[in-house]
């Protein structure tokens, strides 16, 4: 698990701070950096007893002529999750050194946590896009998927659903992702980025019950990020994420278009008529809301963002309830739809929704 490379940085910064020579070598005792040159690729006999015994080992002059290739000094085993994955030797007066071996092992070890522990991460992370990446793009899940969703974090179980973002702005991408990091830490999560400014969530299981409080704190990065949200549907197998996913894309365009995070469901019926001839649908528009003048438009939409009621919408519209009725049937004289029936104002809903994309 130590590179050649992870040693070579190990030696250079530790000889840095100390005027010893520094040795690390692999755990079947190859010597992969030093700070003298000449001892590299030579196999170290002391650092295999370190291995073998899984204790420190003082070599003092005598016992360095019993090791091939060893001089005097202090070599420690070097941990990572409990397994010797090398041995860090200082070379010196093994006496002299015993006050500062346990630090230089303490700090070889956070050295090679941080950085095995970022390979680790990148990995988990790979792993999760590729995963992803495959199951949206439908594809049957063969062996390889299956062996690779095996070594995720946490077990890929059902419920499933998917946010999609979008990134706005010229603000640094790094940011959000270390905030979405935050944000979606040791749940069961896949996350990760699709192009350079929309990234993907994929809750499962248990995380699905949380989607509540997930969106609560994306919210909150909106003004600061500029993000947007599409929010897909709960699907029940990875057979669906495909559908899960082409759901929350398509109330992604929509969020973008109309500044607001969108659920799927809110315009599953505009998506059934998407495909729709432009033709058509410019006639449908000219026979319900063509001649509605802008005030009257956001009228419309903010009653129905009130979900019909008179008192919350003329609030909103900071008007008398009187205005609002007013209003109400003036839209109804100039389409013949009336928003406060329910089958006109689905019809009068769906229309607004259309005229945004045409």
Known sequence: MLSIKLAEEIVDQTMLRLHHNINVISPNGVILASGDKERIDLIHEGAIEVVRTGMPLLIDENLSKQFQNCKPGVNMPIRFHEDIIGVIGITGDPHGLSEIANLVQLTTEMMVHQVLTESESEWQRKNGDFIFKALI????????????????????????????????????????????????????????????NEYYICLCGEAVKHVKSILHQLTKLRKKLEIYMGIGPVVNSLEELSYGFNSAKTALSFSVEVRKDTFFEEIEVYTLLKNKNHHDVRKFLSKTIFGLSEKMMNTLETFFESDLQINICADRLQIHRHTLTYRL??????????PQNFKDAFVLKLALMLSKQH
Do not use: M
Request: no cysteine; charged share 20%.
């Open 329 to 338: 049937n003036k839209i109804h004289e100039l389409t013949g739809y009336h």
């Open 137 to 196: 793009e439908n594809e049957p899940i063969h062996s390889i998927i299956t062996e690779r969703i095996h070594k995720l974090p946490f077990p890929l179980k059902e419920p499933f659903q998917i946010i999609l973002l979008k990134q706005e702005g010229n603000h640094s991408s790094n940011t959000l992702s270390i905030n979405l990091e935050n944000i979606l830490y040791k749940q069961p999560i896949l996350f990760g980025q699709l192009e350079l």
